[in-house]
Antibody, heavy 120, light 106 residues
Framework: QVHLQQSGPGLVKPSETLSLTCNVS????????WSWIRQSPERGLEWIGH???????SYNPSLLSRGTISRDFSRNQFSLKIVSVTAADTAVYYC??????????????WGPGTRVTVSS | VLTQSPGTLSLSPGQVATLFCRAS???????LAWYQQRGGQPPRLILQ???TRAAGVPDRFSGGGSGTDFILTIGGVEPEDAAVYYC?????????FGQGTKVEVK
């Protein structure tokens, strides 16, 4: 059974760095695309970025180059850092897998979500 | 940009729900997915590749459309179908979600 476990602080001060980790069990992050997605009432569901083992990491331009996704294939986990956070980064953050086959694409696996609040 | 309509759909059990998703640019139709989200839960994949049901999804859920228009149909809604439904595209460099359609079942 596949399980995505998220960890990281739920409160970050303005101008500091948001850091989250997604630990994957039951599936390898060497296959398919692995993403970070966030959701807020103001912005709805927003794709932050993704990686695939064979291609470079991609980011949503809306992050203005503040985001970094890193991966540790030996530990089967990946992380997100967003620097210089503001209140606009307050959201529920999800890690997810983008699965694809002959039928097409879909985010078939999701972490439980981490509610991150940016506040002093 | 994906634009969903209507914003809210209020139905009685057994009625057919038709949800629309219009893309501002064309892309390969297999790059479109639909999700269901109930309160406090992460989204759940309903349809991948426009019309292929994910594991465990009842066959009353179906997808279709043409051109840049995509449609999710729930053929006979049940109380557990009450949720917000999102379309999402994997085409182009930036993956995006629609703003959602809320389905109420009364």
């Amino acid at each position: 059974q596949v399980h995505l476990q998220q960890s990281g602080p739920g409160l970050v001060k303005p101008s500091e760095t948001l850091s989250l980790t997604c630990n994957v069990s039951g599936a390898s992050i060497n296959s398919y695309y692995w993403s970070w997605i966030r959701q807020s009432p103001e912005r709805g569901l927003e794709w932050i970025g993704h990686f695939h083992s064979s291609v470079s990491i991609s980011y949503n331009p809306s992050l203005l180059s503040r985001g970094t996704i890193s991966r540790d294939f030996s530990r089967n986990q990946f992380s997100l850092k967003i620097v210089s956070v503001t209140a606009a980064d307050t959201a529920v953050y999800y890690c997810a897998r983008a699965y694809y086959d002959a039928a097409g694409f879909g985010f078939d696996l999701w972490g439980p979500g981490t509610r991150v609040t940016v506040s002093s | 940009v994906l634009t969903q309509s209507p914003g809210t759909l209020s139905l009685s059990p057994g009625q057919v729900a038709t949800l629309f998703c219009r893309a501002s640019q064309s892309f390969q139709r297999s790059y479109l997915a639909w999700y269901q989200q109930r309160g406090g839960q992460p989204p759940r994949l309903i349809l991948q590749g426009e019309s292929t049901r994910a594991a465990g999804v009842p066959d009353r859920f179906s997808g279709g459309g043409s051109g840049t228009d995509f449609i999710l149909t729930i053929g006979g809604v049940e109380p557990e179908d009450a949720a917000v439904y999102y379309c999402q595209q994997f085409g182009g460099g930036t993956w995006t979600f629609g703003q959602g359609t809320k389905v109420e079942v009364k």
